[in-house]
């Protein structure tokens, strides 16, 4: 079996000014995760938050990845309507739907990857973003015709076994404003969109005083030879959890649930002799789609037996903490929960600003401080 994994890692810099600046000291903290787990989207808010630019410097290249999101999305949707044999409501729209299904093997050419980072595993990367928006404007009649089939909004309903991203909903309902030829990607645009991290980039913000510099770096197989230097000293951790894909199975072993992979990850880095006196910060994200799907009906029984409870938020985000709680096997380790919802740029500021004081507070507990 092949476990994807994403890395972040944030490397903190604090001016220790009592005793020069000669020894200023450098603390690590690692972000870990399975992919679509969020943790590009929380890179994006901090740009958005604490960068000097925000997101402005990326906005007309993310103009491509919308366009390309919304083309995976519809192709996306007509597979699992196939796959289900389940008909579309118009007739006419069966034409539509063939010439979405044709472009599986266009789209499998472009590359929807870091933004302005070279692939060191792929030498050759298209970047013709005029081709993919003429290609998308092509496709946008088919794309609003086949969005508003009833066929296709029975698959949307029934999509936890595709792999569709999190955002189509919020593209496809907004073909008309994404075709205009004068568009623009908001911020809100940039943070719902879909990035591969197939690359190391290199980041610096300035939170409250504090210089973090955060490198992002892909987790494919080709690239966790690139993963060595940046994995010394670590001081804290945190850990990125799509609490959404409680009803998902894994994209390449569809036999195995995708929290379980993440508990079985967490297992095994929170357990590892390396981080025996490593501090953890868990973030249970994506808690906004895990409350729509509960809203919905879907049951958290159906995929987890073992929970017994009410089938509402407060007791399932309960058991679900529990449970990666109940992973380390040290019961003193220190392990710091957040409920995040990494779209949404009020909430996540104000987990960075906890964040950030909890590595402080490490800081000075590690120094013998406290």
């Known amino acids: 079996m092949r476990i994807v994994f994403v890395f972040f890692i944030f490397i903190l810099f604090r001016n220790q000014t009592n005793l020069g600046s000669s020894s200023r000291k450098e603390k690590k903290i690692k972000v870990a995760s399975p992919s679509e787990t969020g943790k590009t989207t929380v890179l994006k808010q901090l740009k958005l938050l604490y960068g000097r630019k925000g997101l402005d410097a990326e906005r007309q290249t993310y103009r491509r990845v919308v366009h390309l999101n919304t083309m995976k999305a519809i192709q996306a949707l007509s597979y699992g309507l196939q796959r289900a044999n389940i008909p579309l409501e118009h007739a006419e729209n069966i034409a539509h739907l063939e010439t979405v299904m044709r472009l599986e093997t266009t789209l499998k050419r472009y590359s929807i990857t870091s933004i302005g980072f070279t692939n060191p595993a792929i030498p050759r990367k298209i970047t013709d973003a005029k081709a993919e928006t003429d290609m998308f404007l092509e496709m946008v009649p088919a794309i609003k015709a086949l969005w508003a089939d009833a066929g296709i909004q029975k ?32 911020d809100d645009d940039i943070l719902q969109a879909r990035v591969r991290t197939l690359a190391v980039s290199e980041h610096l913000f300035n939170i409250d005083g ?35 894909a409680y009803d998902q199975p894994c994209e390449d072993n569809e036999r ?67 449970r990666f709680l109940q992973q380390c096997k040290d019961t003193a380790k220190q392990v710091y929960t957040h409920f995040t919802h990494a779209t949404d740029t009020n909430q996540m500021k104000a987990i960075v600003v906890a964040v950030n004081s909890i590595v402080q507070h490490l800081n000075l507990r590690n120094s013998g401080l406290l």
């Open 210 to 244: 504090v210089i973090y510099r955060i490198f992002d770096v892909g987790g494919q197989k080709s690239l966790r030879k690139y993963w060595a230097p940046y994995f010394d000293d670590v001081n804290a951790i945190i850990f990125m959890v799509a609490l959404s």
């Open 155 to 186: 698959t949307y309903r029934h999509a936890s076994n595709l792999n569709l991203q999190d955002s189509a909903k919020y593209f496809l309902d907004s073909v008309d404003r994404i075709a205009d030829v004068n568009y623009v990607p908001t």
């Open 256 to 322: 195995l649930n995708r929290l379980e992979e993440c508990m079985a990850l967490f297992n095994s880095i929170a357990n590892h002799k390396l981080f025996e006196t490593t501090s953890f910060l868990l973030f249970l994200n994506k808690i906004d789609i895990f409350q729509q799907k509960l809203e919905a009906g879907s049951l958290v029984s159906d995929h987890f037996p073992e929970y017994r409870g009410p089938n509402d938020y407060a007791h399932t985000t309960l058991f679900f903490q529990q």
